[in-house]
């Protein structure tokens, strides 16, 4: 959460709150590897136009291990998608 919300606030799309995230918690954890998913709204497609009410999107980011590790990089994207 205090990676999250400090990203989060300075930026206005979901889809762009992965990589900076990923990279916050490499730089401050050093691990083998970081996967970052963020399940986000866009507001414009729930409130205005077509209005698709159950529309979301989950985009994720990958750094180290997740990288270079077909396996690990497919037991994460299972475990967002769930």
């Known amino acids: 959460a205090r990676i999250t919300v400090p990203v989060a606030r ?5 889809a762009r709150h992965t990589k900076p995230g ?5 730089e401050l954890l050093d691990p083998h590897g970081v ?3 963020v ?7 729930t ?10 999107m989950v985009p994720s980011a990958m750094k180290g291990t997740f990288t270079s590790d077909a396996r690990t990089r497919a037991e994460f994207l299972d475990l967002v998608k769930a």
Not at 10 to 14: M, N
Not at 22 to 26: I, P, R, S, Y
């Open 22 to 26: 990923a990279h916050a918690l490499e």
């Open 47 to 56: 409130r205005r136009g077509v209005q698709t009410h159950d529309s979301s």
């Open 39 to 45: 399940e986000g709204k866009h507001l414009c497609m």
């Open 10 to 14: 300075r930026l206005p799309l979901p």
């Open 35 to 37: 996967p970052v998913g």
